[in-house]
Structures are given as C-alpha cells and as structure tokens.
C-alpha cells in the first residue's frame, strides 16, 4: 500500500521559516517526480513546488519562488520543502503527492499537514 506521510507543519509567525517533510513508502518511486500542493480555506488546492526524480529539475509556483526550495533525498524516499520568509497568505494545508506527471496529475497523495503563519 502506498503512503506519503508529511510532517513538519505547525504555526509560525510571519517571517519565519519552516521545514516539511514527506516520507514515501509502499512501492519504488524510481523515475517518479515529487511535489507539494496547497489547500487554503475557502480556495481550491494549488500547485506549491515539485522535484523531479534525478533533483535535476525543480519547479515552483510564482507565489512562492525565491522563498520555497524543494529538494528530496531518494535514499530515503523522502521529500522537502523548506519554507522561508513565511507569509500569512501561505496558510494551508500542504500536501505530498507523487507521480509520472506530479504537477498535472499527481497519482499519490498524502494527507496533509497544517501550516500557519500568524501576522
């Protein structure tokens, strides 16, 4: 059975930093990208960040480049987002997800982890 379990989410103030995780498990995910979605209140979830599976290529929604970088460790199965100069807009639920096409359709889906960034 396939999970991805993140973790790393919790409240920050604004300005701050903050680092998920995702640790995959279940089945190999060689050639498979990685990346992180989003969920505020009220709006419909959105691409965040995504990996691909060398790490050669990294892409990011415009709202957050310069200030989110994805990275993953395949060794361990696990994906990164490292969130810095957190804004109060960036509250949400984040999510893991895995797939051939990630940033389309991703084929895997964690269940989320809640971050919130107080002003």
């Known amino acids: 059975q396939v999970q991805l379990v993140e973790s790393g989410g919790g409240l920050v103030q604004a300005g701050g930093s903050l680092r998920l995780s995702c640790a995959a498990s279940?089945?190999?995910?060689?050639?498979?990208?990685m990346g992180w979605f989003r969920q505020a209140p009220g709006k419909e979830r959105e691409f965040v960040a995504a990996i691909s599976w060398s790490g050669s290529s990294t892409y990011y929604a415009d709202s957050v480049k310069g200030r989110f970088t994805i990275s993953r460790d395949n060794a361990k199965n696990t994906v990164y987002l490292q969130m810095n100069s957190l804004k109060p807009e960036d509250t949400a639920v984040y999510y893991c997800?895995?797939?051939?096409?990630?940033?389309?359709?991703?084929?895997?889906w964690g269940k989320g982890t809640l971050v919130t960034v107080s002003s």
């Open positions: 997800a895995a797939g051939n096409n990630v940033v389309v359709v991703p084929t895997y």
């Open positions: 279940g089945r190999t995910f060689s050639g498979d990208g």
